[in-house]
Protein backbone atom coordinates (compact mmCIF):
# COMPACT_ATOMS: atom_id res chain seq x y z
CA UNK A 1 0.00 0.00 0.00
CA UNK A 2 0.98 3.60 -0.12
CA UNK A 3 1.05 6.63 2.99
CA UNK A 4 1.55 9.66 2.35
CA UNK A 5 3.13 11.79 5.29
CA UNK A 6 3.33 15.38 5.48
CA UNK A 7 5.61 18.27 7.53
CA UNK A 8 6.60 21.80 8.03
CA UNK A 9 3.07 23.55 9.25
CA UNK A 10 3.07 25.19 11.70
CA UNK A 11 2.51 29.15 13.62
CA UNK A 12 3.71 32.60 11.07
CA UNK A 13 2.57 36.22 11.69
CA UNK A 14 1.12 37.76 8.55
CA UNK A 15 3.77 38.22 5.87
CA UNK A 16 5.98 35.43 7.11
CA UNK A 17 6.88 32.46 5.31
CA UNK A 18 6.20 28.54 5.32
CA UNK A 19 7.27 25.63 3.24
CA UNK A 20 5.24 22.52 3.31
CA UNK A 21 6.37 18.79 2.31
CA UNK A 22 4.54 15.79 1.56
CA UNK A 23 6.44 12.10 0.87
CA UNK A 24 4.98 9.05 -0.45
CA UNK A 25 6.11 5.48 0.62
CA UNK A 26 5.09 2.11 -0.09
CA UNK A 27 4.68 0.03 -3.35
CA UNK A 28 4.84 3.13 -5.59
CA UNK A 29 4.79 2.15 -9.48
CA UNK A 30 4.14 5.51 -10.69
CA UNK A 31 2.72 9.17 -9.32
CA UNK A 32 0.28 10.63 -11.43
CA UNK A 33 -1.11 14.41 -10.41
CA UNK A 34 -0.02 15.57 -6.46
CA UNK A 35 -1.30 18.62 -5.21
CA UNK A 36 -2.43 20.43 -1.97
CA UNK A 37 -5.78 21.12 -0.34
CA UNK A 38 -6.95 23.03 2.11
CA UNK A 39 -9.65 23.08 5.18
CA UNK A 40 -10.59 26.23 7.20
CA UNK A 41 -12.53 26.29 9.92
CA UNK A 42 -16.54 25.69 8.73
CA UNK A 43 -15.41 25.91 5.02
CA UNK A 44 -15.00 22.89 2.27
CA UNK A 45 -12.06 21.60 1.43
CA UNK A 46 -10.62 23.57 -1.54
CA UNK A 47 -7.66 23.12 -4.14
CA UNK A 48 -4.82 25.36 -2.98
CA UNK A 49 -2.65 24.05 -5.65
CA UNK A 50 -1.71 21.09 -8.24
CA UNK A 51 1.47 19.51 -10.03
CA UNK A 52 1.05 17.45 -13.11
CA UNK A 53 3.88 14.37 -13.06
CA UNK A 54 5.36 16.49 -16.41
CA UNK A 55 5.60 19.53 -14.21
CA UNK A 56 2.49 21.95 -14.99
CA UNK A 57 1.01 23.39 -12.58
CA UNK A 58 -2.53 25.23 -11.22
CA UNK A 59 -2.99 27.37 -8.57
CA UNK A 60 -6.56 28.81 -6.46
CA UNK A 61 -7.00 32.56 -7.54
CA UNK A 62 -6.64 33.34 -3.72
CA UNK A 63 -2.80 31.61 -3.88
CA UNK A 64 -1.31 32.84 -7.05
CA UNK A 65 2.13 34.43 -6.92
CA UNK A 66 2.63 34.05 -3.20
CA UNK A 67 2.43 29.78 -3.62
CA UNK A 68 4.41 28.11 -5.65
CA UNK A 69 3.72 24.39 -5.75
CA UNK A 70 6.99 21.70 -6.98
CA UNK A 71 7.94 18.38 -6.96
CA UNK A 72 10.88 16.07 -6.56
CA UNK A 73 10.01 12.46 -8.86
CA UNK A 74 12.64 10.82 -7.65
CA UNK A 75 12.21 11.47 -3.76
CA UNK A 76 8.45 11.03 -4.50
CA UNK A 77 7.99 14.35 -2.74
CA UNK A 78 5.90 17.26 -3.35
CA UNK A 79 6.38 21.05 -1.73
CA UNK A 80 4.34 23.96 -1.45
CA UNK A 81 6.47 27.13 -0.78
CA UNK A 82 4.02 29.60 0.64
CA UNK A 83 5.28 33.50 0.87
CA UNK A 84 3.56 36.51 2.11
CA UNK A 85 1.29 34.69 4.21
CA UNK A 86 -2.20 35.91 5.57
CA UNK A 87 -4.81 35.05 8.16
CA UNK A 88 -7.26 33.91 5.60
CA UNK A 89 -4.29 31.49 4.59
CA UNK A 90 -4.97 30.01 8.05
CA UNK A 91 -6.76 26.44 7.63
CA UNK A 92 -5.38 22.40 7.62
CA UNK A 93 -3.71 21.60 4.76
CA UNK A 94 -3.81 18.37 2.94
CA UNK A 95 -1.55 16.75 0.37
CA UNK A 96 -3.02 14.03 -2.31
CA UNK A 97 -1.77 12.31 -4.93
CA UNK A 98 -2.94 10.10 -7.77
CA UNK A 99 -0.92 7.04 -7.45
CA UNK A 100 -0.08 3.75 -9.58
CA UNK A 101 1.04 1.56 -7.51
CA UNK A 102 2.15 -2.24 -7.54
CA UNK A 103 1.36 -5.88 -5.63
CA UNK A 104 3.38 -9.42 -6.14
CA UNK A 105 5.11 -7.36 -8.82
CA UNK A 106 2.52 -7.57 -11.99
CA UNK A 107 -0.78 -6.36 -10.26
CA UNK A 108 -1.35 -2.49 -10.70
CA UNK A 109 -4.06 -0.55 -9.08
CA UNK A 110 -4.27 3.29 -9.13
CA UNK A 111 -5.91 5.12 -5.80
CA UNK A 112 -6.21 8.92 -5.04
CA UNK A 113 -4.31 8.88 -1.60
CA UNK A 114 -4.46 11.70 1.65
CA UNK A 115 -2.11 12.91 3.88
CA UNK A 116 -3.36 13.43 7.58
CA UNK A 117 -3.15 17.14 7.10
CA UNK A 118 -0.43 19.70 8.75
CA UNK A 119 -2.15 22.72 10.42
CA UNK A 120 -0.91 26.72 8.84
CA UNK A 121 -1.63 29.09 11.43
CA UNK A 122 -1.02 32.88 10.33
CA UNK A 123 -1.53 35.40 12.93
CA UNK A 124 -2.44 39.04 12.47
Known amino acids: QVQLVESGGGLVQAGGSLRLSCAAS????????MGWYRQAPGKQRELVAA???????NYADSVKGRFTISRDNAKNTVYLQMNSLKPEDTAVYYC??????????????????WGQGTQVAVSS
Open 96 to 113: NADIKWVVAGNNFFTDDY
Open 26 to 33: GSIFKINA
Open 51 to 57: IANGGST
